[in-house]
């Protein structure tokens, strides 16, 4: 949430912030703003507004005199939607951007009655007073700045130019995420995201927690607290800068939503050898599989409902107890775990802070800790004891979709596995699923045909107010995402519901043309299935049927027939979740939205 750069070096500085922050504008979109220093000059200049990247930009002049300087894109948290509350904050001699929530911000400000110089009611121009304070107090850039985050309580991400230091930019940070760079030929980078400098380098490395940097036009120094030189460890991410455009697609959310294929395929394809899952290349042996008494999958969001699937096709095949938790609840609750529990951690970004937290508490209790996660390097990859990359490449549009399938993809080879080493699952009968999976890019390529008749459905989905997903047995995890997705990107009330609970009370809100979809592609549950559908189609439902008949006309069923490819029943979830993908980012641009920032969403979610 809130997405930070800072560029110091060679190029014009405002090209490089603004750009950037139009790369990092997923995490947040409620405003924008830049501060830079005139070159040689102790003048810092700011520039900020309300409102997304592209009105940052009208107010920014075309300064091609500056080369060091920081940017910040807003998710609000602390005080509302306004230009005031925008970063950067300036305070005396000092400018700062911040990610994350000082939580403390109340007792710092009686502590050293910084009241009188707050102008916003952010908990960032706090921080701003407090290590402007600090810089009187030592007129020294890093014990200011160490002083400072001594006494502050919370998530930070902090960029900071001082007046007297031009040229230079000072970080530190705290849980909430932030890379840099070195790039030869450009000069010195860090931001929330390596997208926003992707452009210049593939070399990047995680700033530690608490560890001062200082970015220069000649290079990075890092030290820690106690004042060593810590070297960096650079990485190097393996897509290019292609694959963070929208390469001629309206979105990246629809782009994403085709690249689904071969995400999978690259999720997959390094863990497959005869036929059967393999984790050597993630350095995963068997043994991390073995006398394992129960499973914990946690996460938030779709990575939640990712696990939810993983979770149902380890029990229902396996017989091996797993409870799936949101990890905001989860990081509360009383961990029910020994050491021979699995957790497993799921994340796209691996740094949503709940999920973050929930594994912290879980690795109290077991070393067996697991994580599948998108961003390499994340904080959730790093604290994990096994990770698992889904290697899905970067996904942009806050609606998540090739990191869903990719992740019920990993989790799959995972549940194989279990299966095998726990003595439950037969080698043929693995290698038959494992040959399935490897057919799952096919049958996402042969759903993608659908697109044009599921835009049609946009004129009358505009309409609804609510919607409702309904599904039994791994359908119901199915339509979780489906009503997920719809209701982040088009605004329209969308529930998901146990087909057979409908009749204990939500379908007393079913009326004349309400929307449901119906999903019905288990074949244990089917006909079960078909006669709750009737139930709502009989109240005047608009049915949309998703389901492996090849053709259904009975209009008592439904107004609407999506047929499926008959694959085994547990892999429909890679069909079934397209068309509902589909269906939300046609509804949402049907409805003038822009399905890549939904009001009020971030992708990475940093902040409790
Ligand atoms: C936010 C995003 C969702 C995402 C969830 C978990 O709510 O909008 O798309 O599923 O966070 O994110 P993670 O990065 O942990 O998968």
Redesign the pocket.
Known sequence: MCGIIGFTGSHHVQDILLNGLQRLEYRGYDSAGIAYFRDDSNHISIRKTAGKVSDLRAVCDDDNESHCGIGHTRWATHGGVSTTNAHPHRVGRVALIHNGIIENYKELIAKYNLAPQLKSQTDTEVAAALINKKYDEFNDPKKALKAAVNEMEGAFAFCILFREDPGKIYAIRNVSPMVATFAENAGSFIASDLTAFLDFTKNYFVVPEYHLLTLSNDGIEMEDLEGNTVEPEYLTVDWDVDAAEKEGYAHYMLKEIHEQPSAIEKTIAPRIKDSLPDFSVDGIDDSLFENVSDITVI???????AGMVGAQMIKNRFGIPVTCAV?SEFRYERPVLNENSLVIV???????ID?LAALRLASEYTKKTLSI???KGSS?ARESNYVLYTHAGP?IA???TK??TS?VAAFYLIAIKLGLVSGKASEPRAKEFIETLKTVPNMIKTMLGYEDRVAGLTKRMVNATDAFFIGRGLDYQIAMEGS?KLK?ISYIHAEAYAAGELKHGTISLVEEGVPVIAIASQSNVYSKVISNIRETEARGAYVILISKDPEVTDPSICDVHFHIPDVPDEFTVFEVIVICQMLAYYTSTGKGIDPDKPRN?????TVE
């Open positions: 996460a938030c969001g779709t990575a939640l409902y990890a799921c994340s796209q970004s691996g740094e949503t999920t996660v998108n961003v959730i996904e806050v609606a998540s990191a869903y992740q997920l982040e969403l971030a992708k990475s979610v």
